[in-house]
Nanobody
Framework: VQLQAFGGGLVQAGGSLRLSCAAARTITSVFNLHTMGWFRQAPGKGRELVASISNRGTTHYADSVKGRFSISRDNSRKAVYLQMNSLRPEDTAVYYC???????????WGQGTTVTVSS
């Protein structure tokens, strides 16, 4: 699965951003086999899971973003979104889109998109 992520940028603390990730070259039936997720990697830190959504719409969030971030997917568009509200400086990171093929356990990654939150 080829993934393209969009939507990063610079925002002040308390602001919002919406990240998008598209699997444009993937047929819908293949996209629907995947749990989609967003990970992030802050400078000097490891990559961590931010949020995920199964093909049935079951969501999971890291404790640090619960109540502030919302993940959604549009299977007809083969896309996943991350709405980020009430952003904090500690949310500053490179955000990566991930597709986890459940039957094969294969992971695909998009290029990162940088989110910078100023205080």
């Amino acid at each position: 699965v080829q993934l393209q992520a969009f939507g990063g940028g610079l925002v002040q603390a308390g602001g919002s951003l919406r990240l998008s990730c598209a699997a444009a070259r993937t047929i819908t039936s293949v996209f629907n086999l995947h749990t989609m997720g967003w990970f992030r990697q802050a400078p000097g830190k490891g990559r961590e899971l931010v949020a995920s959504i199964s093909n049935r719409g079951t969501t999971h969030y890291a404790d640090s973003v619960k109540g502030r971030f919302s993940i959604s997917r549009d299977n007809s568009r083969k896309a996943v979104y991350l709405q980020m509200n009430s952003l904090r400086p500690e949310d500053t990171a490179v955000y990566y889109c991930n597709a986890h093929n459940i039957p094969t356990s294969e992971h695909s990654w998009g290029q990162g998109t940088t989110v910078t939150v100023s205080s």
